[in-house]
Nanobody, 124 residues
Framework: QLQLVESGGGLAQPGDSLRLSCTAA????????IAWFRQPPGKGREWVACYKSAHNGVLYSDSVKGRFTASRDGDKNAVFLQIFGLRPEDSAIYYCAAQTNQYCSLAVDNYPYWGRGTQVNVSQ
């Protein structure tokens, strides 16, 4: 059973940077596709980025492209989401999710494995 644990969230000011972590247990991150989603208060989960196990590629949503960078560390069995230039609209619970298919999906329902999330709050 694949288990995911997010960390690294917190309170930040606009313009700050944060690095979120998603540590996996039960399977190597190199063998699964891991995506980042976020859920702002009162809204649904939004796909943010996806790290494909095959081809080592990363996809980003247009809303975060250029400010978010996803990476992976096989030795730590973890993936990371570096957020630059935080904005108040980035405030959300950030989740990592995994699936065993070798492609990125934007759909929440296609990911059977989820962490509990880490809260990011951006305000002055």
């Amino acid at each position: 059973q694949l288990q995911l644990v997010e960390s690294g969230g917190g309170l930040a000011q606009p313009g700050d940077s944060l690095r979120l972590s998603c540590t996996a247990a039960g399977a190597p991150v190199d063998a699964v596709t891991i995506a980042w989603f976020r859920q702002p208060p009162g809204k649904g989960r939004e796909w943010v980025a996806c790290y494909k196990s095959a081809h080592n590629g990363v996809l980003y949503s247009d809303s975060v492209k250029g400010r978010f960078t996803a990476s992976r560390d096989g030795d730590k069995n973890a993936v990371f989401l570096q957020i630059f230039g935080l904005r108040p609209e980035d405030s959300a619970i950030y989740y990592c999710a995994a699936q065993t298919n070798q492609y990125c999906s934007l759909a929440v329902d296609n990911y059977p494995y989820w962490g509990r999330g880490t809260q990011v709050n951006v305000s002055q």
